[in-house]
Every structure is written in C-alpha cells, then in structure tokens.
T-cell receptor
C-alpha cells in the first residue's frame, strides 16, 4: 500500500489560492490519487481524483507530475467554509484496503 | 438524494454492553466499507463487502467486532462487550465496482460511539 505524506496543517486567508502537496513515493502503476475533504462530525467527501497530468472540476484542480511521486491539490479562492481536513489517498480498486488515510492536512481559512 | 445513511448518529453505552450500527449504502453500489475514526486521526479501514461477501477484514477488527451484509444491501456492524477504547466515529462508505481502476467511495455521516 502506498503511503502518503502531507503537511499536518496550513493556514490561509479568504480569497487566496491554496495548494496542498502530498508525497507518495512508492505509488504503484495501477494506483489513482484521490483527495477527500472532511468537516467535523461528518464523513469524508470526495473532491477529485486523477492518474497523471492535470485534472480539474468545479471545486478543485489536481496536478500530478510525470513521475507521479507527488500530487498537489489546488483550491482556488478559498472561503471560510473550506476550513476542513484534506486527505490524500493512493490506491486501486482491486484491493479493498486500498484507502489508507493518514492524518490529513488541517486547513484553516482566516477572514 | 439517496446518499449513504447511517443509524444511529450517536450512541452512548456502558462498558460491556453490545451495540449494533446500521449502514444503508447508495442503492446501486455493490461495495460497502466500514471504517473507524478517532479524534485527530484519519479513518482506519475495518472491513469491506462486495455484495453480500465479506472480502477483507483488517487486523483492527477484533473478535468482538462482526459485520454482516446479508442481502447485499444494508450492512450492520456489531461490537460485543464494548470497551472504552471502542469510543470512536464509525464510518460507512459505498462504491460501485465497475472494473475501472478508480473506486470512488461515498461516505455516510458516521455513528459516534461513546463507551462510558
């Protein structure tokens, strides 16, 4: 199982772009990279998923370099409601234990 | 919306009692997962089902824990002889195995267990 490393916490201000980088040096060929967001007392919520290069959806972008040993979640123009814990996971669906959550990155958005 | 639902949302019990939690996945999803989450930590995988078959169990799942998914729809997680260390948020997630390498899990709101 690929292990991931993220910063424990980050602070930002409203309106800024936030980039959270995740390291996954032993990512396997079949592994995808998935990011989840979690608010207190709620289950994690899927944000974005990718395999390589760049993926963008309505809430975030995911940048994955060619070697895939890291990835960066980009949140444009954050608001106070983006204050949450963000988890980076790598894995493939063939293994039911593929989702190994680390402690995540606690993002605090300040006014 | 037919998202993942869990019942109850909160459970307070005394040490030594048995508790049972229920999870109703998204209706067309054939995979169902259970996780446990303690304060300040990410969710820890416990077990998962594909349809009614329990395919994997974590070493975290002691003999006091049992999970079922009898008809391949809802699932129950039972903890027998609860201990204070069982206090945690128990999360359920579901996904649809399509044969693609991706497996997006959709999580329920969780059941918070407090063992006194």
């Amino acid at each position: 199982l690929a292990k991931t490393t993220q910063p424990i916490s980050m602070d930002s201000y409203e309106g800024q772009e936030v980039n959270i980088t995740c390291s996954h040096n032993n990512i396997a060929t079949n592994d995808y990279i998935t990011w989840y967001q979690q608010f207190p007392s709620q289950g994690p919520r899927f944000i974005i998923q990718g395999y390589k290069t760049k993926v963008t959806n309505e809430v975030a972008s995911l940048f994955i370099p060619a070697d895939r040993k890291s990835s960066t979640l980009s949140l444009p123009r954050v608001s106070l409601s983006d204050t949450a814990v963000y988890y980076c996971l790598v894995g493939d669906e063939g293994n039911g234990q593929n989702f190994v959550f680390g402690p995540g990155t606690r993002l605090s958005v300040l006014p | 919306d037919t998202g993942v639902s869990q019942d109850p949302r909160h459970k307070i019990t005394k040490r030594g009692q048995n508790v049972t939690f229920r999870c109703d996945p998204i209706s067309e999803h054939n995979r169902l997962y259970w996780y446990r989450q303690t304060l300040g930590q990410g969710p820890e995988f416990l077990t998962y089902f594909q349809n009614e078959a329990q395919l994997e169990k974590s070493r975290l799942l002691s003999d006091r824990f049992s999970a079922e998914r009898p008809k391949g729809s809802f699932s129950t997680l039972e903890i027998q002889r609860t201990e204070q260390g069982d206090s945690a948020m128990y999360l359920c997630a579901s996904s649809q195995r399509t044969g693609d390498p991706t497996d997006t899990q959709y999580f329920g709101p969780g059941t918070r267990l407090t063992v006194l």
